[in-house]
Structures are given as structure tokens and as C-alpha cells.
């Protein structure tokens, strides 16, 4: 493991910000990283693409490929972070800081960090050629919409048999987490001069009737829907922000509460919707009002990979880890979709992820690259 190198690398990413943000004051592209990643793997035999998101302005996907056939691997990253405070940071975010055995830096383990752990486990195969080829995705935009992976998915690309999403989970395989989806709901009534409610129509009082059904709702999933495997065993439901009215003597117009909806393996985002959908339109009728859904995004669905397919036997002896369960969502998903047996596998801790002073300790980087090794092994060579 050169640990040179290694540190090097992530040096160089984490100083190139890649924020995504629904913020536009916050939002960066993410092209110099794709850049920089691209004279990486080309002079390893790479075929190196750079694509637009269509409808995202300066967001841009990598593949990289080496290697040909109907098999194979993906090795998959996404390339942004979250938006950070430096106020809040000890050492400069963008500045890879190396100190008690640890590498500190935005994106660090979350997940800048896995592209270096590819490019050096690649070493060992210098001058080999692939039965199967090896695929490297850097996406745009995990952070935020998944429009990187979105649009590779209605691309149906890419023609693999396996993907590994390099997320940080310590190298243990993870082949199950829940979905989300965060909704909106907008009540409209009718402004009017409080000392006479009949001069209006309260959307504040129809949202607290909106609210009940919704949790009702929740209890009914939970009662239908449950999973051991998980820490938290059923789907969860959360009101997350609610906004309306302007004024305590004014008959509030207009409310609309956000809630987010985490779903298990086996619901449907499109099923959750229409149920919500089914229970709260009455609800206009009763209460004389105008009751709007939306979508905050369009969701991540719930992910399973079985225990015992390939992909998941390989990993489990190469890590001796048996598979886990995580109540964050990722990009698998998407390349399960277009037919990939996928697990989720990378160097560093979720504990780090989206705050100050995230980290990928050294003592974690020769066991991916070990790992990572090996998949290659088992499945390209």
C-alpha cells in the first residue's frame, strides 16, 4: 500500500470544492474533479468519458472503462459533498490535513476517498488483460438529486454483471437499505379578517386534519410493513417543516407542511404516493379546500440484493463480513436496475459523513485496496 500516493491523491480532490446544494448560492460543479480523475485511470489503459447531465448545468459523469465482454465490474463513486461551515472545522476543509493517523478533509470518506483506493488496487494489474472488463463510474450529484446515476440509469448504461458502490461502511458489505421520498402537501383555502371565519377559510386548520390523516397513515404502514435486518425494523414517516399564514389576526390562505417517507425493501415509491394521495383528497371536499401534492425529489427506492447471489457470496469471504442492513439511502438502486447484482462496500465511517472534521483514518485504506483486489480478481481476470 503506498500510503504516499494514496494521501497524494486525496489531496488533490479535496481541494477542488464539488459541493451539491437544491441551494444555487451553494451549489459547484463538479467538472474539475472528473477531470482529474480521467488523467488518473487513462494512463492505466482507461477509456475515459466525460458526459453532460442533461438538465443539469456543469454536472458531469465519468466512465471509465478497460477491458470488454457482457461481465464484469463496476466500480462506483459519487464525486460531490455536502455544503460545510469552515467556521466549524479545525483545520482548513478543503486542505487534506494528516494527523493522529487520520486523513482529514471534506469528502475524505464521503467519498472522495474511494477513487485513490480503485486507483491503487488497479496496480496490481499492470500489463493484465481482462477476461471482463472494469468499469469506474464518478457520478454527479449523489448529494442531492442522484442526477448522475438517474441519468445513467435512463441510459441503461452500464452493461455489467456487478457493481460495488464504495460508500463508507468500514469494507463491510451492505446489501440492503431503505428508500426515501420527501413530499410535499399545500393547502389552499381562503384569507379573510379573523373576527369573522366565515369571511374565510382556515388552510391551517384543513392541514391539521391533513396532519392526522397522514400520521394515521404512518401507523398503518408500520403495522403492515416490518424488516428484522434493520435497526429501525419498520418504515418511518417524519413531518419534517411546516409553513403558513402571515399574520395571528388574518385567516391563513395557504399551508404547507414537508414530511420524508423511508420506505423498506418491497414497497413501491409510486404505490406510497397514490395511498397518500387516496387518503387525503377526500379531505379537500370536507374541508372546502384546494389540497396540492408534490414531490421535493423524485425518491430513491428501497434496495435489496440477495444474501446468497454471487456478488454477495465473493464479498463475505473476502471481507469476513456477512451483509449487512443501513437506513441511509445510495446510488445502488440505480445500477441494480440495469440488472447489476450490487453491494455497497468502501473504506471509512458513515459516523464522518456530513460534518465538520469528517476523516478516513490510514488504517483503513490497505484493507480496501486488499478487497478491492480481490473483486477484480474474482470477476475480471
Not at 155 to 184: C, D, L, S, W
Not at 359 to 378: C, D, F, H, N, Q
Request: with cysteine; net charge negative; hydrophobic share 40%.
Amino acid at each position: 500500500m503506498d500510503y504516499h500516493t494514496y494521501t497524494e491523491q486525496l489531496s488533490q480532490l479535496v481541494a477542488l470544492p464539488s459541493v451539491s446544494c437544491a441551494d444555487p448560492a451553494l451549489d459547484c460543479s463538479n467538472k474539475a474533479v472528473v477531470d482529474l480523475l480521467a488523467t488518473w485511470f487513462e494512463p492505466l489503459g482507461f477509456d475515459c468519458r466525460i458526459e453532460p447531465v442533461l438538465g443539469y448545468p456543469n454536472k458531469y459523469n465519468l466512465i471509465a472503462v478497460r477491458g470488454s465482454g457482457d461481465g464484469g465490474v463496476v466500480l462506483s463513486g459519487h464525486t460531490d459533498t455536502v455544503p460545510y461551515n469552515a467556521e466549524r472545522w479545525e483545520q482548513d476543509p478543503l486542505t487534506l490535513t494528516q494527523k493522529h493517523e487520520r486523513l482529514y478533509g471534506l469528502g475524505a470518506t464521503d467519498m472522495k476517498g474511494f477513487f485513490p483506493a480503485i486507483w491503487a488496487a488497479l496496480q496490481a494489474f499492470d500489463g493484465v488483460s481482462f477476461k471482463e472488463p472494469v468499469i469506474i463510474l464518478a457520478t454527479a450529484d449523489e448529494e442531492s438529486s442522484m442526477s448522475g446515476a438517474r441519468a445513467l440509469s435512463e441510459q441503461q448504461f452500464p452493461k455489467a454483471r456487478y457493481a460495488i458502490i464504495g460508500e463508507p461502511t468500514g469494507m463491510r458489505p451492505v446489501n440492503m437499505h431503505k428508500g426515501i421520498m420527501m413530499e410535499a402537501v399545500r393547502v389552499n383555502g381562503q384569507a379573510g379578517h379573523s373576527s369573522n371565519p366565515a369571511l374565510g377559510n382556515n388552510a391551517m386548520e384543513a392541514m391539521h386534519t391533513v396532519m392526522t390523516e397522514i400520521l394515521s397513515y404512518r401507523a398503518d404502514l408500520q403495522a403492515r410493513y416490518h424488516n428484522p435486518t434493520f435497526e429501525v425494523q419498520v418504515p418511518t414517516l417524519n413531518l419534517g417543516c411546516i409553513h403558513g399564514g402571515d399574520n395571528p389576526n388574518r385567516i391563513c390562505s395557504a399551508c404547507e407542511l414537508h414530511f420524508d417517507l423511508r420506505m423498506l425493501p418491497g414497497m413501491s415509491i409510486d404505490e406510497l404516493r397514490q395511498g397518500l394521495q387516496t387518503r387525503l383528497t377526500p379531505i379537500a371536499e370536507q374541508t372546502q379546500t384546494d389540497i396540492i401534492f408534490s414531490a421535493l425529489f423524485p425518491g430513491v427506492p428501497a434496495f435489496e440484493q440477495p444474501a446468497n447471489s454471487a456478488l454477495i457470496e465473493t464479498v463475505k469471504k473476502l471481507t469476513g463480513h456477512n451483509p449487512e442492513s443501513v437506513a441511509f439511502a445510495t446510488e445502488a438502486p440505480f445500477l441494480q436496475a440495469q440488472g447489476l447484482q450490487t453491494v455497497i462496500m468502501g473504506p471509512g465511517s458513515i459516523d464522518q459523513a456530513h460534518q465538520a472534521n469528517e476523516y478516513i483514518a490510514l488504517s483503513e485504506l490497505a484493507p480496501a485496496v486488499k478487497t478491492l483486489e480481490g473483486v477484480i480478481r474474482a470477476f475480471c481476470v
